[in-house]
């Protein structure tokens, strides 16, 4: 099986940055594209950056500009900074990868990671 670990959480004023890391291990084939998840409370989680296997990056309009997802597909490992953040910013984070096993190959499915605590005060 494949499994996905993310560091980083934690508590950082206003204005402050942070940086998030997600490693993937297991019975890994490939990895294709990856993304970053926030889920407030109360709130719906939502996808907030991706990332392509090749690099290619897309952000939603709230994290635009303050945000950065990378990769480093030698170490299988995704990585979020987080830069000029917000309270609104508040949230549980998630991983997420596009994953093909090497027990099917073939197929692909979403592996996730198990969240970490971001808490932004004012």
């Known amino acids: 099986q494949v499994q996905l670990v993310e560091f980083g959480g934690g508590l950082v004023q206003a204005g402050g940055s942070l940086r998030l890391s997600c490693s993937a291990s297991?019975?890994?084939?490939?990895?294709?594209?990856m993304g970053w998840y926030r889920q407030a409370p109360g709130k719906k989680r939502e996808l907030f950056a991706t990332i392509t296997s090749g690099g290619g990056t897309n952000y939603a309009d709230s994290v635009k500009g303050r945000f950065i997802i990378s990769r480093d597909n030698a170490k299988n490992t995704v990585y979020l900074q987080m830069n000029g953040l917000k309270p609104e910013d508040t949230a549980v984070y998630y991983c997420n990868a596009r994953v093909q096993s090497t027990s099917s190959p073939l197929y692909d499915f979403d592996a996730w990671g198990q969240g970490t605590q971001v808490t932004v005060s004012s």
């Open positions: 297991g019975s890994i084939f490939s990895i294709n594209a």
